[in-house]
């Protein structure tokens, strides 16, 4: 048969290609997402045995390559080259992961300093021996200044082949000699040892890398083409919409009555600089930090966190008959009869037995701890929080020089100051409780010999002025509770504005009300705010910040934020069409832009969200991560307002098939976002992984959500009835799956990406 009748004969079965390739596509993304709970059961090596590694795996991958293939020539596509060569780069990518199986070979190499290994052959390879020697020279560790939190890996090798070469091995620095890629892997316990990762790729890695470019262009083609449906869409439409909300409740204040330091000595206190979590910060941060972890907030009934910290570490008797741990689950409280807030007291029996003591193995144990006792362990947790502070332990607020280096040390650590002091340091704060269960004379002296102490042996290890006015103007000015409150008051009067503007033909006085609304200096005022807020992050950590679930929600809040004033300016400065209908439609997408910012704001103050900045894995120290984060976080300010549509649509319906056009406005360049966010979050593994696909569920579920929201732009392939309460309903069910990869994943599926 020639390809032409071949061809036709796919054309006269279209519809049949159709609904196969829509049922692959459903299947693909049931398989996946079954394969990330068996890992999570079973582990990742069963998840590899079972799904992951297994013929079948790719056979299922190979029949939906072909059937779109199939659907491809059906449709006539290669008529409309950008859609063409956008299909066509995502069968690339599916060609460069199956030269990578059949042609990649990956193992390890372990090496101790200044042993060579001859002509090795890497543990898991398939037996090829290294064309060259290897011998580790030297390795150091890098730590950020005065801590013990590891910034970089350094490794120091010497391959000799044909001659010999000099190469420095690190952290998001790959050695690339004889056709071999060489990683840093674990690193032994003694410093004097490394695992190396081996990795030879020669075929899979450029055949990807070439799909992801092509991708990229050929999506920037499909946004850009005069004729595509995202032009057409664009033109039909000038903005955005909406997301519902609740009010947020704020916390009542108690008449203080437990004892605790001055306001003055409390100032005092919360400016002097300690270690905490490989970072050294004022005093105020870590006792944010702490009374969050204790209590779910950084303040308790009126007690400011220094009050809190300064109470468990100055007047322990009383802090400790407080009830402010927080004790999760109903099981538990039941078990033990607790309050949902209880003292650290309450946990201590009559004979001053700890009441978990009988579970301290299980607790304690390298399993992770199920029901009942996840909830005991988090409450432990707390507890070994309190004790750490009462005791001193975790109060390392005294530089010493150790290791050639600056340390900080808590006031009973072992050192090799001299015996002054190691007085000073051991006594100091027994000297300001006691003067505290005095007259209190002498404990703002005491505090400013602390903070000399500090200046004079801090060194290179203390923070600049500049970062730490930074930071305390962060936690002095800027809210992400009080952000909350005002995006979702203002989102609520919005939609009040919106349901009266849609059941009245909008008279002119009614008219004023909605163009005032419709302003744009509403979101950029909002958008302004979170700016300031990560700005200040920004110079407190020293680093882009874009390192953890917080800081990645801040910026998604940047991001929904600047689309809605963008968009806004492009009308006041352009004039787009006529006065009334922009109005109603920037009313929208101010009212989707609060919604949204409202709860990203919301979510920062969840349990799962730390507010603590913390200093960067040596993993994440990469300009890639700035790029990355930041296109996957303006992908998922998109899809959020396409979220946003459905809600609005389905509670006026009068909105639905204008809000319909919006979603699908918001769509393709969400998926342009997503999907480069995703294959530079590649490239960014192969790098420091050594794969650039992994299977991690982060990275499965990602790519469950870019099929998932792909779907809707095929359009009447997807949907043949162009309802747009369907597409509604189908945009509920896709944020979801969103909700899942974003938040999901670091909770319920932990991998490769729970550091972030």
């Not at 090829?128 to 939190?149: M, N």
């Not at 809605?564 to 997408?589: F, I, N």
């Not at 650039?692 to 870019?706: C, G, N, R």
Request: proline share 4%.
């Amino acid at each position: 048969m020639c390809h032409k009748c071949l061809i036709a004969k796919i054309r006269q079965t279209a519809p049949a290609w159709e609904k196969v390739c829509l049922l692959l596509f459903f299947i693909i993304c049931l398989v996946l997402a079954a394969a990330t709970c068996l890992e999570q059961a079973r582990g990742t090596a069963e998840a590899h045995r079972l799904v992951y590694g297994t013929w079948w795996f790719v056979l299922l991958w190979a029949l939906a390559a072909a059937v779109a293939l199939a659907v491809l020539l059906r449709r006539k596509l290669y008529r409309r080259m950008p859609v063409f060569l956008l299909h066509t780069a995502l069968l690339l990518i599916l060609l460069g992961a199956l030269l990578t199986r059949l042609t990649a070979e990956s193992g390890t190499l372990h090496l101790r300093l200044d042993e060579t290994l001859r002509r090795p052959v890497p543990e898991g390879a398939h037996g090829r021996a290294l064309p060259f020697d290897i011998t580790l020279a030297a390795f150091a560790v890098e730590h950020h200044p005065g801590t013990s939190a590891a910034a970089d890996y350094r490794a120091e090798l010497t391959i000799e082949g044909d001659a010999a070469e000099q190469h420095v091995l690190s952290m998001n620095r790959i050695v690339r000699t004889h056709g071999t890629r060489l990683l840093l892997g674990r690193l032994d316990a003694d410093h004097r040892g490394v695992t190396l990762l081996v990795n030879t790729d020669p075929w899979g890695i450029p055949v990807s890398y070439a799909g992801y470019a092509l991708l990229a262009l050929s999506f920037l083609f499909v946004l850009i083409s005069r004729g595509g449906a995202f032009r057409r869409t664009l033109r039909r439409l000038s903005a955005a919409v909406l997301l519902l909300a609740l009010p947020v409740q704020a916390a009542a204040e108690v008449e203080a009555r437990l004892p605790t330091l001055s306001p003055e000595q409390a100032e005092q206190f919360g400016a002097l600089l300690i270690e905490h979590e490989g970072r050294i910060q004022p005093v105020a941060s870590f006792a944010r930090q702490f009374t969050r972890r204790l209590t779910g907030k950084t303040d308790w009934q009126g007690y400011t966190a220094v009050d809190v910290l300064a109470g468990f570490a100055f007047f322990p008797e009383a802090w400790q008959r407080a009830p402010l741990l927080k004790a999760e689950g109903k099981e538990l409280r039941r078990r033990y009869a607790l309050r949902k807030h209880v003292a650290f007291a309450d946990l201590f029996d009559a004979r001053g037995d700890y009441i978990f003591l009988p579970y301290w193995d299980v607790l304690n144990g390298a399993a992770r701890p199920e029901g009942w006792l996840a909830d005991a362990a988090r409450l432990d947790s707390r507890v070994r929080e309190v004790q750490g502070v009462t005791e001193g332990t975790a109060l390392r607020l005294f530089p010493s020089e150790a290791h050639g280096g600056v340390a900080w040390l808590a006031p009973d650590a072992m050192a090799t100051d001299t015996a002054e002091a190691a007085f000073f340091r051991n006594n100091i704060l027994r000297y300001v409780r006691l003067s505290l269960r005095g007259t209190g004379a002498g404990v703002e002296q005491a505090f400013q010999k602390i903070q000399a102490w500090q200046r004079q042996a801090g060194g290179a290890s203390l923070p600049s002025d500049a970062r730490l006015r930074a930071e305390h103007l962060l936690w002095q000015t800027f809210s992400t509770a009080w952000a909350a409150r005002l995006c979702l008051a203002v989102g609520l009067i919005l939609f009040v504005l919106l349901l009266y503007a849609c059941r009245t033909d909008v008279p002119s006085r009614q008219a004023v009300l909605v163009r005032a609304a419709a302003q744009p200096w509403l979101p950029m005022m909002a958008w302004a705010y979170v700016t300031y807020g990560l700005a200040l992050r920004g110079v407190a950590a020293g680093r882009v910040p874009m390192a953890s679930g917080y800081e990645t929600m801040l910026c998604l809040v940047w991001c929904v934020l600047a689309v809605a004033a963008a968009c806004g300016l492009r009308r006041v400065l352009k004039g787009w069409g006529r006065a009334a209908a922009p109005s109603l439609s920037m009313l929208c997408l101010n009212l989707a832009a609060f919604m949204v910012a409202g709860f990203g704001c919301l979510s920062c103050g969840f349990s799962f969200m730390d507010e603590a900045i913390t200093p960067l894995m040596p993993v994440l120290g990469s300009p890639l991560l700035a790029v990355h984060v930041s296109l996957v976080m303006l992908a998922y300010a998109g899809l959020a307002f396409t979220f946003a549509d459905a809600v609005i649509a389905l509670c006026v319906p009068r909105l639905s098939e204008m809000f319909s056009n919006v979603s699908r406005l918001m769509l393709l360049p969400s998926l342009f976002f997503l999907s480069l966010g995703i294959f530079l979050g590649a490239v960014w593994a192969n790098i420091s992984w050594g794969s650039y696909w992994s299977w991690d569920p982060k990275e499965t579920w990602a790519l469950i959500t870019l099929l998932v929201y792909a779907l809707p732009a095929h359009g009447k392939m997807f949907l043949p009835t162009g309802k747009s309460r369907s597409l509604h309903l189908y945009f509920l069910f896709a944020f979801l799956v969103l909700l899942m990869t974003y938040v999901g994943t670091n909770t319920l599926l932990p991998g490769l990406h729970s550091y972030a």
